[in-house]
C-alpha cells in the first residue's frame, strides 16, 4: 500500500503528517459510534484544510485546493483502543486551474500555527458532538445493546485487564532500569482540552523513501510480531515502540486479553 501511494497517488511535492489525539471518554464513544467518527475526522480535516487555505490566500493562489490521505488508527503500541487520526497533507496547496495546477509551498509551520489549528479543530468538534447529544449520558446505548462489547472497549481504552478474576485492574507494567524524566510537548505541537495536536514531522519533494516509510507508518497494523513474545503459557509481553513517560518499557498481557484486544481494532 505504501509503494501504490507513493509511486502512483502522491505527487512529489513536500508532504506534513498532522496527527490528532482525543482525550479518553471520546475514544471510547468513535471505537463503536462510526457517525460520530466521521463527523469528528471531516471536522478536523476541515481545520487542517482552512490552515492552508488561508495560507495559500495569502500567497495570492486564487482558489487554492488541497490534498490529504487520511487514516484512522484505533490502537497504541499496548493495543489499548486508542482512536486517533493520522492525516498526511501535501504541505502547500494548488492553485484551482485544471490547464495549469501550479502547487505553492506552504510557508514554514510555527507551534503558534498548530496551536490555532488545534483551536479551530476543537471548535468544529465541539458543534459536530453538540449536534450528536454528547451532554447527554443516554447517548452511550452500547451497554444496553452489547453491554460484553461495551466492557471490552472500555476496559481496552483505560489499558485494564479484561478477563480472569483480575478483570478491571491495570495491566502489568515493566519499567527500564532508567529513570523516567519529564519530557517537552515538542516543536509543533498543541494540547487543549484532552486533545493533542502533532505536526512536526515533514518530509521534502524529493524524499520519496523517507516518504515510503512515513506512508509505511501511517498505515502499519496494529502490532508487529516482534514486538510480542510469550512469557508462559497464559501470557504474552508486548514490547512498547517508545518509552512512556512513567518509564514503562513493555506491558504483560494475558492470551485471553491479547485476542480480545484484536478484535477490538476490527470493529467497523
Given at each position: 500500500?505504501?509503494?501504490?501511494l507513493v509511486d502512483e497517488v502522491?505527487?512529489?511535492?513536500?508532504?506534513?503528517?498532522?496527527?490528532?489525539?482525543?482525550?479518553?471518554?471520546?475514544?471510547?464513544?468513535?471505537?463503536?459510534?462510526?457517525?460520530?467518527?466521521?463527523?469528528?475526522?471531516?471536522?478536523?480535516?476541515?481545520?487542517?484544510d482552512a490552515h492552508y487555505r488561508?495560507?495559500?490566500?495569502?500567497?495570492?493562489?486564487?482558489?487554492?485546493?488541497?490534498?490529504?490521505?487520511?487514516?484512522?488508527?484505533?490502537?497504541?503500541?499496548?493495543?489499548?483502543?486508542?482512536?486517533?487520526?493520522?492525516?498526511?497533507?501535501?504541505?502547500?496547496?494548488?492553485?484551482?486551474?485544471?490547464?495549469?495546477?501550479l502547487f505553492t509551498p506552504a510557508?514554514?509551520?510555527?507551534?503558534?500555527?498548530?496551536?490555532?489549528?488545534?483551536?479551530?479543530?476543537?471548535?468544529?468538534?465541539?458543534?459536530?458532538?453538540?449536534?450528536?447529544?454528547?451532554?447527554?449520558?443516554?447517548?452511550?446505548?452500547?451497554?444496553?445493546?452489547?453491554?460484553?462489547?461495551?466492557?471490552?472497549?472500555?476496559?481496552?481504552?483505560?489499558?485494564?485487564?479484561?478477563?480472569?478474576?483480575?478483570?478491571?485492574?491495570?495491566?502489568?507494567?515493566?519499567?527500564?532500569?532508567?529513570?523516567?524524566?519529564?519530557?517537552?510537548?515538542?516543536?509543533?505541537?498543541?494540547?487543549?482540552?484532552?486533545?493533542?495536536?502533532?505536526?512536526?514531522?515533514?518530509?521534502?519533494?524529493?524524499?520519496?523513501?523517507?516518504?515510503?516509510?512515513?506512508?509505511?507508518?501511517?498505515?502499519?497494523?496494529?502490532?508487529?510480531?516482534?514486538?510480542?513474545?510469550?512469557?508462559?503459557?497464559?501470557?504474552?509481553?508486548?514490547?512498547?515502540?517508545?518509552?512512556?513517560?512513567?518509564?514503562?518499557?513493555?506491558?504483560?498481557?494475558?492470551?485471553?486479553?491479547?485476542?480480545?484486544?484484536?478484535?477490538?481494532?476490527?470493529?467497523?
Amino acid at each position: 500500500m505504501a509503494a501504490h501511494l507513493v509511486d502512483e497517488v502522491i505527487p512529489q511535492v513536500p508532504a506534513r503528517q498532522w496527527v490528532l489525539s482525543l482525550p479518553y471518554d471520546l475514544r471510547y464513544m468513535l471505537a463503536w459510534n462510526l457517525p460520530m467518527r466521521q463527523a469528528v475526522f471531516a471536522a478536523f480535516q476541515r481545520a487542517v484544510d482552512a490552515h492552508y487555505r488561508r495560507q495559500g490566500a495569502l500567497a495570492g493562489v486564487k482558489d487554492p485546493k488541497t490534498g490529504a490521505i487520511a487514516v484512522i488508527q484505533r490502537f497504541n503500541s499496548a493495543l489499548q483502543t486508542d482512536v486517533h487520526i493520522h492525516v498526511l497533507y501535501a504541505d502547500g496547496v494548488w492553485e484551482n486551474d485544471p490547464a495549469r495546477p501550479l502547487f505553492t509551498p506552504a510557508p514554514p509551520l510555527h507551534t503558534v500555527d498548530v496551536q490555532e489549528v488545534l483551536w479551530d479543530a476543537w471548535l468544529r468538534i465541539e458543534r459536530q458532538l453538540r449536534k450528536f447529544g454528547w451532554q447527554d449520558k443516554d447517548l452511550d446505548t452500547l451497554p444496553a445493546s452489547d453491554p460484553a462489547l461495551a466492557a471490552l472497549l472500555k476496559a481496552a481504552v483505560q489499558g485494564r485487564l479484561i478477563t480472569g478474576q483480575q478483570a478491571g485492574k491495570p495491566l502489568r507494567k515493566e519499567r527500564g532500569a532508567g529513570l523516567s524524566v519529564p519530557r517537552p510537548s515538542g516543536r509543533n505541537c498543541a494540547e487543549f482540552a484532552g486533545f493533542s495536536l502533532h505536526a512536526n514531522t515533514r518530509v521534502g519533494e524529493m524524499a520519496r523513501e523517507q516518504l515510503e516509510r512515513l506512508v509505511r507508518y501511517v498505515c502499519r497494523p496494529a502490532i508487529a510480531a516482534g514486538r510480542i513474545e510469550a512469557v508462559d503459557e497464559d501470557n504474552v509481553r508486548i514490547t512498547l515502540k517508545s518509552c512512556w513517560k512513567d518509564g514503562t518499557t513493555s506491558v504483560i498481557v494475558p492470551m485471553d486479553d491479547l485476542v480480545l484486544r484484536m478484535a477490538a481494532q476490527s470493529l467497523p
